[in-house]
């Protein structure tokens, strides 16, 4: 996850305290501020520390009710876009839409950043 951009849902599915008021660790993973579960890029919880063991942070770190809501970015024409829906068909439809700008501002933006 590190170097992308990424949008999740803020609130952590723990107690649903917000994941804005975390931080993210050197791995690229976001800390929420209460009680220590992590996320990684796409929302999976890679981190419990509340857990008794290996395997049962295993078990509950796999469950989908441990994952927080990540929705599809992209960067494009210096600007970060947001799909506003989340899922594997959203991550497809946001990778097939167009960049909603005029073809002027595209074009601008491409002459002021030469490849």
């Known amino acids: ?10 609130a952590c599915p723990h107690r649903l305290a917000p994941l804005s008021e975390g931080r993210l660790e050197s791995d690229g993973t976001l800390q929420c501020s209460y009680h220590g579960w992590r996320f990684n890029g796409h929302g999976r919880c890679t981190e ?7 395997k049962a942070k295993a078990v ?17 024409c210096g600007l ?17 839409a167009p960049t909603p700008l005029a073809k002027s501002l595209i074009e601008f933006f491409a002459a002021q950043n030469p490849p």
């Open 48 to 54: 419990i520390p509340q857990a008794l063991d290996e």
């Open 80 to 96: 970060i876009w947001v799909w506003p829906t989340a899922g594997p068909a959203a991550a497809a439809a946001a990778a097939a």
């Open 1 to 10: 996850g590190q170097g992308k951009w990424r949008c999740r849902e803020d």
């Open 60 to 76: 509950a770190c796999s469950s989908s009710r441990s994952c927080i809501t990540s929705y599809p970015v992209r960067e494009d």
